[in-house]
């Protein structure tokens, strides 16, 4: 029998409500993150080369991606880490992710599908980086 | 079956699997008894040289098998001890293995293995390795093997420098399993690890 040290996924998306899009504007969407208490994520701009950022990225669709901006990350040192603090999120914490929406996108629903990667620690151990599925629904209007 | 014996059943089942795993201090060796030693998978990964290195190749030593990865922070704790122990015990029939979860492979690999002055081989390892050892998704993980080539001890996490030297002096016949020992790490503490029981019955 193999006794799992503690679940896997551990970084939460709460899929936020269909985001409204005009025709010829730019729109900024929600993502909406938590983790599970103790565990941290490398922020988009880790403190050691080695370390692995989060990163949204989304896939062509109907929307054009226009940049991903991310919270101010945390400065925090771990028994692993004990003088060099790293930069990470934990806790709940929001992305927001940018978009414009072309001339020619048809209106009506639509989804935008993007992929979040991140890799996740605790004070002693890491989890294998991850490539979590995101979905933005998108309601485009004329 | 009625609700209070659904319930009781529940119960009585989620006793016997919390029962089945078995928590440590990290600060405790927990060296198993031979009768409940499984063999450790056999596998065949290339070396930094291109060397194909077998654990068999090992059999007749104590070998510490580390799972890592350059990004893994506690991994990097431990890296010091590693090869600490690889210097002090090589002329006693042990080894330090490092098997490397990066997956751009060598080329995170070999520039850390060259900046922290690794003196033990390195592999990356493949899925279906990690597989064989139980589905490797938490780092650092490390198994200590036998002479005979079983898993004598096993460890999730950060665990103390004490608690592998404490394992593999049992193993290379120079200490008893369970003796204490004052030498302890402040890293870990307060911390409880996971001892895993590797194998599924008949694997």
Redesign the interface.
């Known amino acids: 029998?193999?006794?799992?040290?503690q679940a896997?996924n551990v970084l939460h998306y709460d899929p936020p409500p269909p985001l409204k899009a005009k025709v010829g504007t730019a729109v900024e969407a929600k993502v909406p993150l938590s983790l599970q208490d103790g565990y941290h994520v490398n922020s988009n701009k880790p403190s050691d080369e080695?370390?692995?950022p989060l990163a949204l990225t989304w896939s062509k669709g109907v929307l054009e991606p226009a940049g991903v901006v991310y919270p101010k990350p945390h400065l925090e040192k771990?028994?692993?880490?004990?003088d060099k603090p790293?930069s990470v999120f934990s806790g709940s914490f929001e992305l927001v992710a940018k978009f414009t929406v072309p001339a020619g996108a048809p209106a009506g629903p639509a989804a935008m599908s993007g992929k979040l990667r991140y890799?996740a620690?605790n004070?002693?151990?890491?989890?294998?980086?991850k490539n979590m599925d995101v979905a933005l629904q998108v309601d485009i209007v004329k | 079956m009625t609700k209070r014996a659904l319930q009781y059943l529940a119960i009585t089942g989620i006793a016997g699997y919390l029962a089945?795993?078995t928590f440590y201090s990290?600060e405790w060796p927990s060296v198993k008894e031979e009768k409940d030693r499984k063999k450790a998978p056999e596998f065949a990964l290339k070396d930094a040289n291109g060397e194909v290195v077998k654990l068999s190749d090992y059999r007749g030593k104590v070998v510490l098998l580390n799972f890592w990865?350059?990004?893994?922070?506690?991994?990097?704790?431990e890296i010091p001890w590693f090869i600490d122990f690889q210097r002090e015990y090589k002329d006693r029939d042990f080894a330090v293995l490092g098997l490397s979860?990066d997956?751009d492979g060598w080329k995170?690999v070999q520039p850390?293995v060259a900046r922290e002055k690794l003196n033990y081989r390195v592999m990356v390892t493949s899925e279906e390795v990690d597989q064989l050892y139980?589905?490797?998704?938490?780092?650092?993980t490390t198994f200590i093997i036998d002479r005979q080539g079983r898993v004598a001890s096993s460890h999730?996490?950060?665990a103390s420098k004490n608690t592998y030297r404490q394992e593999i002096l049992t193993l290379l016949g120079s200490a008893k399993p369970g003796s204490p020992k004052n030498e302890t790490s402040p890293?870990?503490s307060s911390?409880r690890?996971?001892r895993?029981?590797?194998?599924?019955?008949g694997r």
């Open positions: 029998m193999i006794c799992f040290a896997v080695y370390l692995i771990y028994q692993f880490s004990p790293l890799q620690c004070n002693t151990m890491c989890l294998t980086p | 089945s795993c990290a990865a350059t990004w893994c922070g506690p991994c990097e704790v979860l997956e995170s850390f139980g589905g490797v998704d938490h780092l650092p999730i996490g950060l890293l870990v911390n690890m996971l895993v029981d590797l194998f599924r019955p």
